[in-house]
């Protein structure tokens, strides 16, 4: 059974670029989120996409956005990057939405300067 | 606005020693509690509580929910330095989830 992994480790971008986050999720779950967890912070639910289609939202802007994909896995997507937006972003997949277990990835460090 | 709050920030104790973290939340239409502990980078599952006074055990690690308090406790028995890791505790409604800050426990040899 393979586990969540996220690409790349590691990101540097410069302030008003574009990016792109990608996330495998575990074998046989449907169900990923991503979470944006700033230095000393608890991780914030950025959304969730269930069976391809956004499943909630957290209070996160517009420029923020996904993809679900049919094998499940995943992109998140960041416009127009700001300072702020360095953190680390994690997925994580679970079996369904709702009351299951999450496994997260280890996450992709984005630097932005 | 939903939350939820950790205490304490952080914890240093001495191997052996029994630990109490706590998490409170104001979530609504709340329906579970998880409990994870941050090591590096990936936050694991420790505990998935949904029903209130009912304790989940899992070796040294305990924890129970308490929804008329809105609260819950993880419960760490002669601790170890493997322990030592940052505790974050998640509210969760169907499609919303809020993580605390997380505790960060230090445990010394």
């Known amino acids: 059974e393979t586990g969540v992994t996220q690409s790349p480790t590691h990101l540097i971008k410069t302030r008003g670029q574009q990016v792109t986050l990608r996330c495998s999720s575990q074998s046989g779950h449907n169900t990923v989120s991503w979470y944006q967890q700033a230095l000393g912070q608890g991780p914030q639910f950025i959304f969730q996409?269930?069976?391809?289609?956004?499943?909630g939202r957290g209070n996160f802007p517009p420029r923020f956005s996904g993809l679900q994909f049919p094998n499940y896995s995943s992109e998140l997507n960041v416009n127009a990057l700001e300072l702020d937006d360095s953190a680390l972003y994690l997925c994580a997949s679970s079996l369904a939405s709702g009351s299951y277990e999450q496994y997260f990835g280890p996450g992709t460090r984005l630097t932005v300067t | 606005e939903d939350k939820v709050v950790q205490s304490p920030l952080s914890l240093v104790v001495h191997e052996g020693d029994t630990v109490t973290l706590n998490c409170s939340y104001e979530?609504?239409?709340?329906?579970?509690l998880l409990w994870y502990k941050q090591e590096k980078k990936a936050p694991t599952f420790l505990f998935m509580l949904?029903?209130?006074?009912i304790e989940k055990k899992s070796g040294r690690l305990s924890s129970i929910l308490d929804k008329k308090e809105l609260s819950s406790i993880l419960n760490i028995t002669a601790t170890q330095t493997g322990d030592s890791a940052i505790y974050l505790c998640e509210g969760r409604t169907g499609n919303q989830f809020y993580f605390g800050t997380g505790t960060s426990l230090t445990v010394i040899p």
């Open positions: 979530v609504t239409n709340f329906r579970s």
């Open positions: 996409y269930y069976r391809e289609e956004e499943n």
């Open positions: 949904t029903s209130s006074g």
